[in-house]
């Protein structure tokens, strides 16, 4: 993908997102890394209305080339394309949103991780969401913690796709936009199912998860 198809793509998938209520006003960001840097939504720009000129350009060290001011959030962007790129090297597209069902479960979630594995897809698409306590939007700290999370579980066999950012919103990362936002149905549909249990869901068995592993080639 050239940084045209790229600047085109960015737009593309937050117009889905604004349009389907997975993005809202001007909350959420979305960034692709080119082979020279980044390309990432401005700060305060609603997704559902971008303007492919008007996307932030900046250089692989983060210094702004073009285009309007970069989200504040670009330091964890670049943080979660360093640390994902030991174990998914083709990582190219961050989207970071924060989408209903996903913060309701987040405020008062005690768990180190946000959801349990209740349906095959979830395990299959998206796999663990570690829990991030709470930081203010565009914290340094909340970019080292997520660094260091996804070196933890990528060392350990389970690399992961996604964090969420207590009380703030998922952070997601995939090769490419269309495949990250993948990811974000899917997690945003299994925190839905969650909540609108009368309890919490039986997750599914070791031996059940063991097959989508054996079949599928999932990690888990």
Sequence with gaps: MNESQAREEICRVGKSLFERGLAHATAGNISVRLEDGFLITPTDACLGFLDPASLAHLDAQGRQL????????????????????RF???????????????????LDCQE?????PITPYFV????????????????????????QLIGHYGDSGRPIRAVML???????????????????????????????????WEPLTESQIDELRRTFGVSW
């Design 66 to 85: 073009s285009g309007a001011p970069a989200s504040k959030t670009l330091a964890l962007h670049r943080a979660i394309y360093a640390a994902a790129a």
């Design 88 to 106: 998914a090297p083709r990582t190219g597209c961050v989207i970071h949103t924060h989408s209903t069902h996903c913060v309701a479960l987040s």
């Design 112 to 116: 180190p991780e946000l959801l349990a």
């Design 124 to 147: 299959m698409k998206v796999g663990h969401v570690p829990l991030i306590g709470y930081w203010r939007p565009g914290a340094p700290a909340a970019a080292e913690e997520v660094a």
């Design 166 to 200: 207590q009380r703030l919103g998922p952070n997601v990362w995939h090769d490419t936009p269309a495949a990250a936002m993948a990811v974000l149905e899917e997690l945003e549909e299994t925190a839905r199912l969650t909540l609108l249990g009368p309890k919490a």
